[in-house]
């Protein structure tokens, strides 16, 4: 069984410019949650799509989109990058809103 | 907004001790999961409780939920080098179902 798939794995970006982080769920999981996590720190929630409609997102500016597909496959847009935003960006799949999460490996962005 | 808080930020054990994190919410939560994440790697699930003072055990770990369901600990025994890595509770919202994650205990052994 595949698990979850993010990528790119690593991407560097220039301050201004935009990004698309794209993650696979485990087949069957119809909940795809985005996290910001920042070194030293804990996941930040970014946002939660539950069958292919938002159920939550947390405290990001309007800079950061969301969306998922009809095969539950997710994307992550960041415009505007400021430096700020380099983080590890980890995408986490659920079978459904209340069980465990499996994260990908996730993408770490670099913003210089 | 719901927040999960965790304690201590570090934790320096000598092998062979016994050590507990600890983890509060803002809010009643759903159910607490707790995570382990190793250097360089991603978030990996452990447990998952859901029951009012539930108390589940593995091997040496030994994770508790609150009476009140607002908070939680892990306690590890006779702490073994494998247990490096940083240790994360995550509470699970009872209405919005958002699963909100603690800063970590990050957990080093002196052999």
């Known amino acids: 069984d595949a698990g979850v798939t993010q990528s790119p794995t690593h991407l560097i970006k220039t301050r201004g410019q935009h990004v698309t982080l794209r993650c696979s769920p485990i087949s069957g999981h119809k909940s795809v949650s985005w996290y910001q996590q920042v070194l030293g720190q804990g996941p930040q929630f970014i946002f939660q799509?539950?069958?292919?409609?938002?159920?939550g997102r947390g405290n990001f500016p309007d800079r950061f989109s969301a969306r998922q597909f009809p095969n539950y496959s997710s994307e992550l847009n960041v415009n505007a990058l400021l430096l700020g935003d380099s983080a590890l960006y980890l995408c986490a799949s659920r079978l459904d809103l209340n069980t465990e999460a499996f994260f990908g490996q996730g993408t770490r962005l670099t913003v210089v | 907004g719901q927040q999960v808080m965790q304690i201590p930020q570090y934790q320096h054990v000598q092998e062979g001790e016994d050590f507990t994190t600890y983890c509060n919410s803002s809010t009643t939560l759903s159910n607490i999961q707790w995570y382990k994440q190793r250097p360089g790697g991603h978030p990996v699930f452990l447990i998952q409780?859901?029951?009012?003072?539930e108390v589940k055990k593995q091997k040496r770990l030994t994770f508790q939920f609150g009476e009140a369901k607002k908070n939680s600990s892990l306690h590890i025994t006779a702490t073994q080098t494998t247990d490096v890595g940083t240790y994360f509770c995550a509470g699970l919202g009872s209405n919005d179902y958002k699963l909100s994650f603690g800063a970590g205990t990050t957990v080093t052994v002196r052999a």
């Open positions: 799509y539950y069958e292919k409609e938002e159920r």
């Open positions: 409780l859901v029951k009012s003072g």
